[in-house]
């Protein structure tokens, strides 16, 4: 699995390509590589592991003329396939040295393809699928790339976004895809294909989007999308300008960068959807679902996302009073269904990219289920397959733990419930009351991020702590869950998350004094219960961090605590929601960590 990245340019110098690379590095970075080609059919090829940098600086010690080479391949990557090792990294090429490619994702028939050319004698340098391609097209050539590709691409199984070059026809890059994400950027001089958006926001907003199965052909400064043999019009779309997307700003992180920018995306969301005077939801999206038809809700989700939808899930069927169940996105896939034209099946995906969601997605469309989707990304893969979907509007998020996306999600999530709630006449005056305190989120929020000096001390003390329990009731059991996986995903330390009610059942074999113990306690309904937890960790000589809403009369009892401002249950599930991700962001910046780049992760998990 990879990022992958090709232009034939008209001048551009050869410095952005590097720039262009490093805004995809958010995505993979296990390795780098770049290959170029110039009109006299020499392929200058540079690769490195691990980060672009490195990729850069090799470039540079090179000292080659860059200013020759005008078609350009490359990619981030993501190892599937063995070892992150320079040999494994690509770009792989065929035998003859004549056709380089960059590949994502796994070709799956790659060992009866490998059968087949080395019974006529093909070797092979290395064990990579991508390379076994790369000599098929050889093997298959007849008159030009184009013919030969068309003909590949009936002989290779699932799945991947390829693209390939000749090196005797300097002025073509051929691609095609199946599954994995493709497009085309256009700007007044150049054609781009990418993975992804990110690369290209400030050079160019027009884009096409690739459907599976098509070839597109770039041929000097033309494009032509082939579908079906047959070469077919696109229409084009106007991504949104966000130029300030890969400035990190003043943050050392990312991460912090995101976790920053929560306040104004809570106005984005809630202003543009409820109108806080008649406490009216606008949406058109929410206007076309059938209500009376849907009798239950199914929800299908990965990750982070799949925390969102579990907290959402209490908080729906206690708003909206509807049945829901929750599925990891694969699990659902293999799992037998039944098919209910009453249930309303919805995913939820930041990227819009994750192949497990994306899997069921179209399993469910396939039976002529109703499907909506919640997702970020606007251009993504997922956004333009569902019926009826809602946009989370959190900008791009750029480094691999999910952080500002989780919200958008929550308060998208709530969003709906409300807006089922009201169209069901349940109790109205709830449903302001909801409605008054989501207009003073924003404020909470701001004041928790004032306060993340009490947090960073509180993480610095617990960073080197190598196991943790996150304890919580209700939807804020969820939340613990959603914790213990950022800790995990960031610090690298072994944390667990349960209910606070599972603890007498066996987690208390394990409380000790270097075990400790958070404990989500806002104000709720389960508060006393709560109460009876922390008493019997602290019976047991384990250390606890508290958090609870502000002003709480037993504050002093605890041995640490982080308080939260005083709200409902739904404002604190969002503030400790900041508290959480200061939590496990100072921790791991404590240790050290590469934060925004977690070990053995990627940002797109586009492979099953
Ligand atoms: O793009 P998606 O929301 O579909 O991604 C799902 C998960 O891969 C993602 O939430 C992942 O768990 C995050 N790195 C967690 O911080």
């Known amino acids: 699995m990879c990022w992958i990245f090709a232009y034939k340019w008209t001048g551009i110098a050869c410095d952005f390509l590097i720039d262009w690379l490093k805004n995809l590095e958010y995505r993979w970075y296990d390795s780098a590589w770049v290959s170029l080609i110039s009109d006299d059919w020499e392929i200058y090829v540079e690769k490195a592991i691990w980060k672009v940098s490195n990729l850069a600086s090799k470039i540079e010690n090179d000292k080659k003329d860059l200013s020759k080479y005008h078609v350009w391949i490359a ?6 396939h063995w070892w992150v090792t320079l040999e494994n990294t690509h770009p792989h090429h065929s035998q003859n040295g004549r056709f380089f490619l960059v590949h994502n ?29 790369a000599n098929l097209i050889e093997y298959t050539f007849e008159k030009d790339l184009e013919t030969t590709m068309k003909k590949v691409k009936e002989l290779i199984t699932w799945a991947y976004a390829l693209v390939v070059i000749d090196k005797q026809n300097p ?4 691609a095609i895809k199946l599954w994995s994400p493709l497009v085309i950027w256009i700007s007044a001089d150049n054609l781009f294909l990418s993975s992804d958006a990110n690369a290209l926001s400030n050079i160019t907003q027009k884009y096409i989007p690739i459907d599976d199965n098509e070839m597109v052909i770039i041929d000097k400064n033309n494009y032509k999308i082939i579908n079906n043999q047959k070469e077919i019009e696109k229409d084009s779309f106007e991504s949104i300008k966000n130029t300030t997307q890969n400035d990190m700003w003043d943050f050392k992180h990312f991460m912090l960068k995101e976790i920053f920018e929560v306040p104004n995306i809570i106005e984005n969301i809630l202003w543009g959807r409820i109108n806080f005077q008649n406490y009216e939801i606008k949406s058109n999206s929410l206007d076309k679902l059938d209500l009376p038809n849907i009798k239950k809700i199914e929800i299908i989700a990965s990750g982070t996302s799949y925390n969102a939808w579990m907290i959402w899930t209490y908080l729906f069927e206690d708003l909206a009073d509807i049945p829901s169940q929750i599925h990891i996105s694969t699990e659902f896939k293999y799992k037998k269904q039944f098919i209910n034209d009453k249930t309303l099946y919805i995913f939820i995906s930041q990227s819009g990219e994750t192949a497990d969601s994306l899997e069921c997605l179209k399993m469910v469309k396939n039976r002529w289920w109703k499907t909506f989707w919640i997702v970020n990304v606007v251009w993504s893969s997922i956004a333009r397959l569902c019926d009826n979907w809602l946009y989370t509007h ?8 999910s952080t500002k996306a989780f919200i958008g999600q929550l308060l998208t999530l709530i ?21 008054d305190w989501l207009a003073k989120l924003k404020d909470d929020i701001n004041m928790v991020l004032l306060n993340s000096h009490k947090v960073e001390e509180i993480a610095i003390k617990y960073a080197n702590f190598k196991n943790m329990f996150f304890l919580g009731r209700n939807m804020f059991y969820p939340l613990a869950m959603e914790w213990s996986l950022k800790c995990k995903e960031i610090t690298y330390n072994h944390t667990e998350s349960y209910s606070a009610w599972e603890l007498k059942h066996w987690p208390l074999s394990l409380i000790q004094e270097d075990f400790p113990t958070i404990l989500l306690n806002p104000e709720s309904k389960l508060y006393e219960k709560n109460i009876s937890t922390l008493k019997e960790v602290q019976a047991r000589n384990g250390k606890v961090i508290w958090i609870l809403s502000q002003n709480d009369e037993h504050k002093l009892e605890y041995f640490d605590t982080i308080e939260v401002p005083k709200s409902n249950e739904y404002n604190s599930l969002f503030t400790i929601w900041v508290v959480l991700q200061l939590f496990a962001y100072y921790m791991a910046n404590n240790l050290w960590r590469e934060i925004d780049k977690p070990r053995n992760l990627a940002k797109s998990v586009t492979v099953e």
């Open 415 to 435: 969003i709906i419930a409300l807006y089922i709630w009201n169209k069901n006449n349940l109790d109205y005056t709830k449903y302001k009351k909801i409605i």
């Open 105 to 133: 994702w796994i070709i799956e028939n790659y060992i009866d393809l490998k059968k087949e050319l080395t019974q006529v004698w093909y070797k092979f340098y290395w064990n990579t699928d991508s390379e076994i391609v």
């Open 394 to 401: 959190c900008w791009v998020e750029i480094w691999v733990a």
């Open 75 to 80: 990619h981030t990557r993501w190892a599937t």
């Open 171 to 174: 002025n073509q890059i051929i």
